[in-house]
């Protein structure tokens, strides 16, 4: 098996590990999967393995890249497009989930506490996780655009 390491913040390395496995394996066609694909390259010789960060990605096999013929080294910015993906991703989650928090009969507190334990991570991430809530509400309620009804 090849992989390759980034460096998430800690909530999404569990998020994506309780969701894709550890190592984290995408989806056989989802953007993340395609992003690999697409960048990953010949490991140069120069280059050190890379093997820093707090999150293992597998390497899919396929056909026109295949890691067992040395196709195994993702560049640092290809490294920077699936972080930024992942992060797409959990976003999308996050708010699909939370969005319209305000119809549900309990507190934000607690749904912020359900969801993280639906998602696998620690409720010492609560804060982080209800600020960036607040952070995407507040962005899109600032330019007039509403996300769930009230």
């Not at 804060?127 to 007039?144: N, V």
């Amino acid at each position: 098996m090849w992989t390759f390491y980034i460096n998430v913040q800690p909530y999404l390395a569990q998020w994506a590990t309780k969701h894709f496995g550890s190592p984290v394996e995408f989806p056989r066609e989802s953007p993340e999967s395609k992003l690999i694909k697409r960048w990953v390259e010949h490991q140069p010789k120069d280059a050190p393995p890379q093997l820093s960060g707090n999150l293992q990605i597998k390497i899919p096999i396929t056909k026109e890249k295949d890691p067992r013929a040395g196709y195994f080294y993702m560049p640092p910015r290809a490294l920077s497009l699936v972080r930024e993906s992942l992060e797409t991703l959990f976003v999308q989650n996050l708010w699909a989930e939370l969005g319209d928090a305000q119809r549900y009969n309990c507190e934000l507190t607690t749904l912020i506490y359900a969801w993280l334990e639906k998602h696998g991570i620690d409720d010492h991430y609560w804060e982080c996780i209800r600020q960036k809530y607040y952070r995407l509400r507040k962005l899109y309620a600032e330019k007039g655009v509403k996300l769930a009804e009230n």
